[in-house]
Structure formats: structure tokens, C-alpha cells
């Protein structure tokens, strides 16, 4: 119901109410078949549910699956470390999970406790719950708005609407008709719920209660709006699904070829796939892979971008589009003095003016740190708080009012008193005395001004009598003083981001509660790339999905936008394709926030909605900090893909050896113990060093990876599968070579060691050499090799060690030989790489 364009009778008739209010039993019968003002709740899950589906997972399932199944045939040691495994992932998920707060929380916070309505024209507080429709709201000062109400009496309201348009500058409101379609930041004679009363009063008749009021609607969004699943968990997801489809797949083939070739025992193939399922499965990949995001989410940390979901971190690298709220974000947020033109012939009574006529300072004592009120008039003190002016007494004035459009205050004067107004250029320029000529040149330089986007304002004065009382008609014949341009503008930090952005190809977009021509001069001074098209929140309203697809592949200023609009550019960019960051501040900004594949949110400026719909919250309000976050991203992909690419060559090494045993008929060269050995030392020595690589000197100059981009490459797969067989075949020979079990299962075991310390620093690098000087700037690469040694030392003398995982003692000449092996195999790598490097060069 677009209530703004009823009359008064007319709504009063649809709600059967009267302008004196609603009986209380009139109201308990509408809260009885209305309900309560207060927004619904979306029933949460439980917390065992919470932590009960971190152990979805595929491979996870695998995990559990083959713990259970050791533990039947009485290996408990080697189910208890497995189950371990999986338990320490799931509560590493669910601890992140719980940082994550609920977004209705905050909302319900926006709500006041009490309210003001007439009831048979007596005035009469209630709480807030109980407002119905048809109530007859009293507002004054200070009040935060109860329900939506269609305004139908007003003396000088002035609300405070950020929380739903996003912009600063309070919105002055009146009664009357407003025939034409609004949208909400232009619906004037409606106030809203959870908007702040900053001066005046009001009655006005309740249209909307509880969920049915705009915040009502914001919250509606928000419960619908699934969340979104990062490039990351979903390319995870599908590597996960991979490897179960081959590990799965081998075990059949296996079973069937070593039961009708060989005809082998049952407990001996059960324990051979048991082997097969440790090897190949990666399970201390996630516990690395939260181990490099939650270093990420501390540098980002300092870098004053607070991550609440890890995944988020890698997100940021795979952004394609920025969607930017304005206000707060890529400007200041305060109203601002940029312009300024003074009629030379009456030089010095413009900054007279700026600093008596207004309403804000009344003693010089104050500082304009100290002053809180009309964002415009604090904008002109501030700009002639330099100058030492010192306030004039005020013997008289006339408020400010949209009916006339100007302020007036009087002044003494020396003999006489001085009039100093301001208000609407147009309204002044009529009311002065100025020749045609003068009249159109002040005309043409306020319209330039508007054409920045900037609210301009008028001054004036006048010399008079002091015996003679102020009126409106003796505002005549007035001395033109000059103009002011204001306007929230942009930061300097936010324009040199955006220049970042678009160098990493990400595009920006600037999404706005403001008009046209301010959104469209802001824009063009933050260096967006298209701004010569603006869409408009109604043109937005009588576009299909389709249009909208289309435009907002070549529109990158969308203005008068509300919290549906915003929620609608979203879904349609990523309908595109597009990896989607969307930022704001305020509680219209919450949908949008939750629906992007990375939700930004302002720490300082921003709202308590804001914030808990969003993925990130930057603690610095700077638009800047996105950019050094995208970076960090970026950095953390790549590391991600270092540390995967590393991973698995290792886990298929050690499952070719279970393989080659099976199809040779042959005891398992590695017992399942040795394998957890093996994966041991991977994870905690050597997988977390690659995560500390510095970002490559290309991090923010290269465009976005394809959102269809896999974790592997075709030549990743390639990498894999030969670095596999580069491990696996050298070692198993070079086991062989020796007399003894113990002995051969040992030399095995160090030897895929050897070969994962050398593979690991091939991986630093994709094609480039792996040592550089970079390279000895990651401590944790010479960490990771330190503890690694230590682990292995203990393995060659501990007799413990040796009972535990059935290891025998070397000798110099063995290790010297598998040293050798890892030595080759590292070459073997390097020169491959320079090859593909070459390769492709040519063909680029």
C-alpha cells in the first residue's frame, strides 16, 4: 500500500481509526488478530545440530568410515588418531562459526521500548509491542519512530534516516499529498520505524507494525536470503568429490582384480584398502588449510579488516565486482564546504553570515567537536571556524521552513541592526537587488554548482532600523553576498582504491540512497568507469531481471536505491557470473551485505545490523583497507594452491605404493601406522610453510581468476600425477635394495619424507625457480624444515619411536642414498618447470 499518496480521510477511513486515537480495547482486539509489533524470529538451528554438520564432509564421512572400521578389527591406536583428526576439524569449524552473530539481533535493537499515542485525544505511553495500526502516534525530539506512520500533523520534523537510505543529511518532513511514485527517501510525509526524531514534532497515523514496516521488510530479506557459499568451500567441495570418485573407483578395481587374480585372503584385502583410504585421503588438508586462512584473517587483522568466516578471506582474492555503498564509505560522511563564490562588492559579510545565522552555536566558547545537530549548518561553522569569528547577539530571527525556503537572524549593527539570511539561491536571488545581469551571472554559477552535485546555498543580508520588529515581508531588496557549495566528499584513500581495484581488474560500482547528480559527481571524482548513465531506483522498479542483467553490465552509478534495489543489483551481477563484494553501513545496506559472496561492513560509522550481516567488517571505515584485503586474498589463494598442489602428489605417492603391493601381490610395503606417520609429519612440519609465501610482484596487477576456475589445473593434474610417480617409483626401488623389513619399510618411509621436504620447496614457485631471495624471507620454510629434521631424528634413534611405528635404524650410506633421491627428484622438478615455462611463453 503506498500510503503516502492517500489523504488523510482517506487513511483514516481504510485503518477505521479517528484522529483522536484508538481505545485500549480497541487495540487489544487488533494486537489479537494482528499480533505484536516486534519482527519475527527464524527458529535457529541448535547448537549440536551447529556442530554436528562440520562432519558432512565428504572425505570427512571417508575418515570416520575407516576409523570405525579399524576399530572393529581391534586397531585402536590407528582409529583413535583418525577419529581424532576428524573431531579436531570439526570443532576448528564450529569454534568459527559461533564468532558469527545473528543479524535480528541488531535489528531488534533498532526498535524503541516505548511510545506516545492518543487514546480519545489524551496522550498515553505504551510499550512499544502494543502499537496497531490506526494509532495515532505522538513524536517529538529525541523519539525513535515506533512504526511506519503516515505523518498528518507537523511543526519543523526533521528525521535522522541513514539507517534505511544510507545518507547523512537529515530529511525534513511535512503532511502533505505526495501524488507522485516515491521512493523511501523521498517519501517525505512518512516517518519510519527505528528512524531517530532530530527535531520538531508530529502525529501521525500507524500504517505498518512489526514485520510489515520497511525494517520489518529489511529483516524479511534477511531471513530469506541464503548464505552464500565461497569459490573457495565450493571448489574445495569439488576436489573433495573428486577424490572420493577415484579413491572409490580404485578400491573396486582393486578388490575385484587381487580376489579373482590372486585370490587373496579377506583380511589382508580389508586391511590393504584400510591403507589405501589413510593414504590417499588428505585429512590433515583442512586443519592446514584453516591453519593458513586464520594466519590470514590475523594479517588482515592489522591491516584493520576484521574477517568472521575464514573461507571469507580467500573470497576477497576472487572478487570481480565491488558494489559500494556511498555515504561513509567512499566519502567522508560529513557535509562539507568545497565551493564557495563571494560577490566582491560585499566581501566580508559572507563568513558574518555563515557563522550568525544558524541555530547550532550559541557561545564562543564552543568548538564545533562540541556541536551535534543540522549537518549543513555545521559544515558552514566549520568552514569559517579558521577566521576567530566571534557570534554577533541575536536580537531576532525566522527558523528555517520549506514553505519559504531561508533563515533570518537578526543582528545590532552599530547604529542600526543587520539582517543575515541564507536558504535557497533562487528564493534569495529573487528577494535582492540585482540588475538582470547580475541576477543571470548568479543564476549560471549556481546551477554550475548544482551540476557538481552540490547543495547550494544562498546568502544575504540587509541593513535596518533597530526599533522595527522582524517580518517575513520586510526580507526585500536584499544585498546578495554570495554562494556556497556543499556536499559530502569523496576520500582521498577511497579514489586511490578504486584505482587499485580496476588495476586488478575488479570493477566498481556505486550503489546510493542520494540523488542523481550527486551520485553521478561523486562517481566521476572517485574515477568510476562508467558514469555517464545513472539508473535510478524507479527505473530499477519497472525493470525485469533480464534488463537488469544487462544493466549493470555497463552502469556503474545506481542512485535513489533501496534496500530491495541494492538486493536485486546484487543477485543480478552475480547472475552474470560476477564474484560479487558488496559494502555499506547501514541497516538497508544488511540484505545486500548477506546476499554478496563477501558482505564488507563499516567498524566506526557503521550499523549493528550492518556489521553481523556481513562477512568482513573493515575497523578503519577506509575503503582503502578492501584493496589491501583483496591483495591478501589473493595471496592466500595462491599459497592455497601451493599448499594443495603440494598436499596430493604426497597422499597419491603413498597410495601408488598400497596400489603396486596389491596388483604385485605383495605385503604392504608401509603399514597403515606408517602411512598416519608419514601424513603426521606432513601436516605438522611441512604443509603450514607454504601458507607464509609473500604475494608475487603480479598479485594486484593481474585480472580476477575465472570464477569457473578449478583449485587444478590441467597441468596441476599433470604436476600430480608424474611428481606422484617421481616419489613413489625411485623410493620403492631404492627399498628394495636393502635386506629386512623393518629395514625396507623404513627406508621407504624417510624416503617419501625426503621427497616431500625437496617437493616442497618446488612448489613455492609455479613455473619460476624455487630458490630465490624471496625464499629466504619465509622463516617458516626454515622452521618447518628444523622441525621436520628433529621428527626424523627421532624416528632414526628413538627405540620408542621404532616400536610405536615399526622403524629400524639406518646407516650413513642409506641416507645418504635417499638423500641423493630427494636431491634428484628436486632437479627433475625445476627443469620440468622452466620447460612448461618456456612453452608457454611461446605460445602467449
Not at 639 to 650: G, Q, R
Request: aromatic content about 6%; some cysteine.
Amino acid at each position: 500500500m503506498k500510503w503516502y499518496q492517500l489523504t488523510k480521510e482517506a487513511i483514516l477511513s481504510k485503518l477505521q481509526t479517528t484522529d483522536k486515537g484508538i481505545q485500549d480495547i480497541e487495540r487489544q482486539q487488533r494486537l489479537e488478530s494482528n499480533g505484536f509489533n516486534k519482527i519475527e524470529e527464524k527458529q535457529a538451528l541448535k547448537p549440536w545440530q551447529k556442530f554436528l554438520k562440520h562432519f558432512t564432509d565428504l572425505l570427512m564421512i571417508v575418515l570416520l568410515f575407516a576409523s570405525i572400521l579399524k576399530m572393529i578389527t581391534g586397531d585402536y591406536v590407528e582409529s583413535a588418531i583418525i577419529f581424532l583428526v576428524v573431531i579436531i576439524n570439526g570443532l576448528v569449524g564450529y569454534w568459527q562459526e559461533r564468532k558469527a552473530q545473528d543479524s535480528l539481533d541488531g535489528l531488534k535493537q533498532m526498535m524503541g521500548q516505548e511510545a506516545v499515542v492518543l487514546s480519545d485525544g489524551v496522550k498515553a505511553t505504551i510499550p512499544n509491542e502494543t502499537v496497531v495500526m490506526g494509532d495515532i502516534v505522538s513524536l517529538n525530539a529525541g523519539d525513535v519512530v515506533p512504526a511506519d506512520l503516515r505523518l498528518i500533523d507537523v511543526h519543523d520534523l526533521i528525521i535522522e534516516e541513514s539507517i534505511l537510505t544510507g545518507e547523512s543529511e537529515p530529511v525534513e518532513k511535512y503532511a502533505h499529498l505526495i501524488e507522485a511514485e516515491s521512493a523511501i527517501g523521498d517519501q517525505t510525509n512518512m516517518a519510519f520505524s527505528g528512524t531517530l526524531v532530530q527535531s520538531g514534532s508530529a502525529l501521525g497515523i500507524v500504517v505498518a507494525t512489526g514485520s510489515d514496516t520497511e525494517i520489518g521488510k529489511i529483516n524479511q530479506a534477511l531471513q530469506s536470503i541464503q548464505q552464500q557459499t565461497t569459490p573457495l568451500v565450493k571448489k574445495m567441495n569439488d576436489l573433495n568429490q573428486q577424490l572420493f570418485k577415484g579413491i572409490m573407483v580404485l578400491i573396486v578395481f582393486l578388490i575385484f582384480f587381487s580376489t579373482f587374480k590372486y585370490g587373496m585372503d579377506f583380511n589382508l584385502l580389508f586391511s590393504a584398502m584400510i591403507a589405501l583410504i589413510v593414504a590417499m585421503v588428505p585429512e590433515g588438508l583442512p586443519a592446514v588449510l584453516t591453519m593458513i586462512l586464520s594466519a590470514g584473517v590475523k594479517e588482515m587483522a592489522e591491516e584493520q579488516a576484521i574477517i568472521k568466516s575464514m573461507p571469507s578471506v580467500e573470497t576477497l582474492g576472487s572478487m570481480t565486482v565491488i558494489c559500494s555503498d556511498k555515504t561513509g564509505t567512499l566519502t567522508k560522511n560529513e557535509m562539507t564546504v568545497v565551493d564557495v563564490i563571494e560577490a566582491e562588492k560585499h566581501s566580508g559579510h559572507l563568513f558574518d553570515i555563515m557563522n550568525n545565522c544558524q541555530e547550532l552555536k550559541l557561545d564562543d566558547k564552543q568548538t564545533i567537536d562540541d556541536l551535534q545537530g543540522n549537518p549543513t549548518e555545521l559544515a558552514l561553522l566549520h568552514y569559517v571556524e579558521k577566521a576567530g569569528l566571534t557570534l554577533k547577539k541575536v536580537k531576532a530571527k525566522i527558523p528555517f521552513n520549506s514553505s519559504y525556503k531561508y533563515m533570518a537572524t537578526v543582528h545590532p549593527y552599530g547604529q542600526q541592526d543587520i539582517i543575515y539570511v541564507k536558504g535557497a539561491p533562487e528564493v534569495l536571488m529573487s528577494l535582492a537587488n540585482l540588475d538582470k545581469r547580475d541576477l543571470s551571472d548568479w543564476q549560471q554559477k549556481a546551477v554550475e554548482l548544482a551540476q557538481k552535485g552540490q547543495r547550494v546555498l544562498g546568502f544575504a543580508y540587509k541593513e535596518v532600523d533597530p526599533q522595527a520588529d522582524i517580518r517575513h515581508d520586510m526580507l526585500t531588496d536584499l544585498t546578495f553576498a554570495g554562494l556556497a557549495g556543499i556536499i559530502d566528499p569523496p576520500k582521498e584513500s577511497a579514489i586511490q582504491a578504486v584505482e587499485a581495484c580496476q588495476q586488478a581488474g575488479i570493477s566498481v560500482k556505486m550503489i546510493t540512497g542520494d540523488h542523481k547528480e550527486t551520485a553521478k559527481a561523486i562517481g566521476e571524482q572517485i574515477g568510476l568507469t562508467h558514469t555517464a548513465e545513472v539508473l535510478e531506483g524507479l527505473a530499477i522498479d519497472v525493470m525485469s531481471d533480464d534488463a537488469l542483467r544487462e544493466a549493470v553490465k555497463h552502469v556503474d552509478v545506481f542512485a535513489r536505491t533501496t534496500p530491495e534495489h541494492k538486493l536485486r543489483i546484487v543477485t543480478a551481477l552475480q547472475s552474470n557470473g560476477e564474484i560479487v563484494g558488496m559494502t555499506g553501513d547501514g541497516v538497508n545496506d544488511a540484505p545486500a551485505l548477506k546476499k554478496a559472496d563477501i558482505g564488507i561492513a563499516m567498524g566506526i560509522k557503521g550499523s549493528e545490523v550492518s556489521k553481523q550481516a556481513a562477512d568482513m567488517v573493515l575497523a578503519d571505515d577506509n575503503f582503502q583497507t578492501i584493496s589491501k584485503a583483496v591483495k591478501e586474498g589473493r595471496r592466500i589463494f595462491d599459497n592455497l594452491k601451493k599448499t594443495i598442489n603440494f598436499f596430493i602428489p604426497t597422499a597419491l605417492a603413498q597410495g601408488f605404493v598400497v596400489i603396486f603391493a596389491l596388483l604385485m601381490n605383495r605385503p604392504l610395503p608401509l603399514s597403515p601406522v606408517q602411512i598416519l606417520w608419514v601424513n603426521m609429519v606432513t601436516t605438522i612440519a611441512l604443509s603450514y610453510a607454504l601458507g607464509f609465501e609473500k604475494a608475487s610482484a603480479d598479485t594486484m596487477s593481474r585480472p580476477p581468476r575465472p570464477t569457473n576456475e578449478g583449485i587444478l589445473s590441467a597441468y596441476s593434474l599433470f604436476r600430480i600425477f608424474y611428481v606422484s610417480l617421481l616419489i613413489m617409483i625411485p623410493s620403492y626401488f631404492l627399498s628394495t635394495q636393502y635386506d629386512g623389513v623393518l629395514v625396507q619399510q623404513t627406508v621407504l618411509l624417510q624416503s617419501i619424507v625426503f621427497a616431500q621436504a625437496v617437493y616442497m620447496i618446488n612448489c613455492r614457485e609455479l613455473l619460476n625457480p624455487s630458490i630465490n631471495k624471496a625464499m629466504f624471507q619465509n622463516r617458516a620454510l626454515f622452521i618447518s624444515l628444523g622441525i621436520l629434521t628433529l621428527l626424523q631424528l627421532g624416528l632414526q634413534f628413538s627405540p620408542l619411536a621404532h616400536t610405536l611405528i615399526g622403524t629400524a635404524q639406518l646407516t650413513l650410506t642409506q641416507i645418504s642414498a635417499m638423500l641423493l633421491n630427494a636431491l634428484i627428484i628436486f632437479i627433475i622438478v625445476e627443469v620440468e618447470k622452466m620447460i612448461t615455462k618456456k612453452i608457454t611463453v611461446s605460445k602467449t
